[in-house]
């Protein structure tokens, strides 16, 4: 199968099984085709973008005993899953130019978010709420669109906002055992695991891309665009070793200390 076609069925078909949808055949990459922008994502009539406000919040763990509130919960990261997942198809649509290897990684990723999201779909069933049946938000998708090459991606989705999940991901294992929801727990460690190469997929890169002049922390830095910044990369009970794991270098690591004294 074709990149392009993959990057396509994901970020333009309105049928969601479509957008998760596994390809049974190897990628090739023989035409990336002209660049392709889009201002949002084809969704179901169901998961809409809904306007600013208008999506539930995320309910505090404190109220996790009752299941309803634990399947809002899915509901929500299941559709920041989706919006990685549609982001990364905009990624390789937007710029197509991109390294060949790059490319067929992201696809790789890309498995992770259709699988990521489908498991958040199928515990918020079983908890009692159908994913589409809540209003959804757009922030990740709306924080993309000032990615203007490869490297603002990098730093600003998997060195971010995966850099993020690293803590939220163990943060909600912690959660959910708190209520005895094993099953809810396993998900996210398994998540986790995952993020830590996604988070390693995107530092390799950016090492790859940077101009050379630039330290690896500057090049992050550089190609955040507000409000996306180096904090928002960190959540409320950092957790180093996942860090350590994905290949972050010790300065790397040490400047995110820094944030957090």
């Not at 074709?2 to 023989?30: G, I, M």
């Not at 889009?38 to 109220?63: Q, S």
């Not at 994913?131 to 490869?150: D, P, R």
């Not at 708190?178 to 190469?197: C, L, N, Y």
Request: proline share 7%; charged share 25%.
């Amino acid at each position: 199968m074709e990149l392009r076609s993959f990057a396509e069925q994901v970020l333009l078909s309105a049928d969601l099984d479509a957008k998760l949808k596994k390809p049974t055949t190897p990628f090739t990459d023989h035409q990336p085709g002209e660049p392709l922008r889009v201002a949002e994502p084809t969704r179901p009539a169901n998961l809409v973008f809904a306007g600013r406000h208008e999506a539930p919040a995320m309910p505090h763990p404190d109220t996790f005993s009752d299941p309803r509130r634990r399947a809002i919960a899915h509901h929500i990261m299941a559709n920041h899953e989706l919006q990685a997942l549609e982001v990364m198809a905009w990624t390789l649509l937007a710029f197509p130019q991109a390294p060949q290897d790059f490319r067929l990684g992201m696809a790789k990723v890309m498995f992770d978010e259709q699988r990521h999201t489908t498991m958040h779909r199928e515990r918020c069933a079983s908890l009692g709420i159908e994913f589409g049946e809540l209003k959804v938000n757009c922030y990740i998708w709306k924080k993309a669109q000032s990615f203007a090459n490869v490297l603002d991606y990098l730093a600003g989705l998997p060195l971010t906002f995966e850099g993020r999940n690293l803590d939220h991901t163990l943060e909600f294992e912690r959660y959910f055992l708190a209520v005895d929801d094993v099953k809810s727990a396993a998900m996210m460690r398994r998540i986790h695991e995952d993020e830590i190469e996604h988070v390693a997929f995107g530092y390799h890169w950016l090492q790859l891309l940077k101009p050379a002049e630039l330290s690896d922390w500057e090049a992050y830095c550089q190609h955040l665009h507000w409000p996306l910044r180096p904090e928002k990369s960190l959540g409320d009970d950092v957790q180093w070793p996942p860090r350590e794991s994905a290949g972050l270098s010790p300065d790397f690591l040490d400047q995110l200390r820094e944030l957090t004294r």
